[in-house]
């Protein structure tokens, strides 16, 4: 089973700010990754796909990038509905598919 | 564009079986483009895939669960639905459906709302 170790768990910044979260998988798994976006109360949603494809809908201050072992997710300047909890996700290997633990990023 | 409502009791006695039905608007479960999924969420701890169905029939489980999970598929209700069996408090969490499309972006693309199963006596 492929482990996803997601960094730092919490994340604290202001409105404006640049938000670069981090993904690492304990194999390679290509570029077949994604990040959701998840809000309290709500099912995840689909950002990012294939490691740097952003879903329908997805504004474009989101990007990702990475392959193999190391993703990036980065919100270049954040907007206050994007204080939520990010997980990334595998399917190179499956199954099972797996999700990371996730990071909260916060309002400083 | 597909919607995903899940149903079911949300509290079931240890030892006991919880079932729960997804519901599937706006498009077919009989499609050959979809895979249909389970995944659940502890309280506070990221998702865990249980398992998935294609039309075929075809089923896929995580191996952490699968002596203890079935899949399956009603056609005539557009629905699937999820069992798993000898639960304790461990499986307490929200359990959502999904889809994920061959022709689309094959990743979990819509999700159900959720529903809250306790796991209690």
């Known amino acids: 089973e492929i482990v996803l170790t997601q960094s730092p768990a919490t994340l604290s910044l202001s409105p404006g700010e640049r938000a670069t979260l981090s993904c690492r998988a304990s194999?390679?798994?290509?570029?077949?990754l994604a990040w959701y976006q998840q809000k309290p109360g709500q099912a995840p949603r689909l950002l990012i796909y294939?490691?740097?494809n952003r879903a329908t809908g997805i504004p474009a201050r989101f990007s990702g990038s990475g392959s193999g072992t190391d993703f990036t997710l980065t919100i270049s300047s954040l907007e206050p509905e994007d204080f939520a909890v990010y997980y990334c996700?595998?399917?190179?290997?499956?199954?099972?598919?797996?999700f990371g633990q996730g990071t909260k990023l916060e309002i400083k | 564009q597909l919607q995903l409502q899940e149903s079911g009791p949300g509290l079931v006695k240890p030892s006991e079986t919880l079932s729960l039905t997804c519901t599937v608007s706006?498009?077919?479960?009989?499609?050959?483009?979809?895979?249909w999924d389970w995944i659940r969420q502890p309280p506070g701890k990221g998702p865990e895939w249980i398992g998935n169905?294609?039309?075929?029939?075809?089923?896929y489980y995580n191996p952490s669960l699968k002596s203890r999970v079935t899949i399956s598929v009603d056609t005539s209700k557009n629905q699937f639905s999820l069992k798993m069996r000898s639960v304790t408090a461990a499986d307490t969490a929200v359990y959502y459906c999904?889809?994920?499309?061959?022709?689309?972006?094959?990743?979990?693309?819509?999700w159900g709302q959720g529903t809250l199963v306790t796991v209690s006596s």
């Open positions: 294939d490691a740097s």
């Open positions: 194999q390679s798994v290509s570029s077949y």
């Open positions: 999904a889809t994920q499309s061959i022709s689309g972006t094959f990743w979990f693309d819509p």
């Open positions: 706006g498009g077919s479960i009989s499609s050959s483009n979809y895979y």
């Open positions: 169905i294609y039309y075929s029939g075809s089923t």
């Open positions: 996700q595998q399917r190179s290997d499956w199954p099972p598919y797996t």
